[in-house]
């Protein structure tokens, strides 16, 4: 793969590899004056490693209160009630509002934690998707667990497990939210508008049913990663562009790892790279449609996840101030 290539319709490698990009997407956007994170900058990857456990160890067990997802409010009228000033990355963020506003014209906040690319993915399935993927709608979900079983011995659940601490109850959580997550999806498939919308303001309340479905999307998205490097052990299978990048990382050589180091702490202390938002694109089988508002000067402006166009993916868009967090815009 030239990854001097992999730019405009796609993920920023340089970026990837920026410490400032890679965690956090609870972090607030700041006020008019807007200042990008380099806490990462100076600190050696063990000392971050020992306080993101550090983190996950301390995330409340309780549930979230309320909605995690608000009705959608006028996109132009929150862009400027949420960049007043006139600095120069305000002003950046406010023409990336006024390009999106032509097509869409309102937005939908999403809850500004860990969880919240997997939550507005989510909830852009609910609410667009025509139809339930076949990796999905095919899936042995017994047979795929078992498969994993060496992968999800340390799954962690923001709620903690309700069955117990043991391989075999994980197993049987993931189950439990799988089989949800098909019902919610084929049930939100089948609505009509009005009974579609029900279906999602009922999800996402911050109620473990919205945690569990996160936590089964995150599974698709390992349970993708092991099918892939499979094929790359294989070297006869065409494999998508994004993999090379994905199993290139010292961090996520292995599916073992990409979980241990990464997929493990979403939701907790981090949230998803780049690279893994193609893997997130392509485990749903949807392309995520991504208005990155800080690059609204460049081509990077709107990106693709995957990159790789799927001639029968539809796309979900989203949209970002900064590839920490992610709302919905709504036509």
Known sequence: MDTSSYSQDSPSLAEDREPGLRRGEGASRGSATPE???EDLYRGAEDIEEERKNRDKTVVSRLWEGVSVSASVDLLSYSDREWRGNTTKSVLIKKGYRLVAQ???RLCKVRGDNYCALRATLFQILSQSQRLPPRLRDMEIQSSLQADRHLIGQWKFPFGNRKSSTTQGTMAQLHVYLDLLRDRW?????SSPAEREVLVQQVFQGQEEEFGLLEAVKYLMLRTASEIHGLLEMETQEVPDFSWLLFARDSSSSPQALFRNHLSHVGFSGGLEQVEMCLLGFS????????RLYKADSQEF????PSEQKADWPCLPLITEDDRHYNVPVE
């Open 302 to 305: 709107l990106t693709y996840y």
């Open 103 to 105: 097509r869409f014209g």
């Open 186 to 190: 084929t049930a939100a498939v089948q």
């Open 36 to 38: 990008d994170s380099d």
């Open 284 to 291: 749903v089988e949807h392309r995520l449609q991504v208005y």
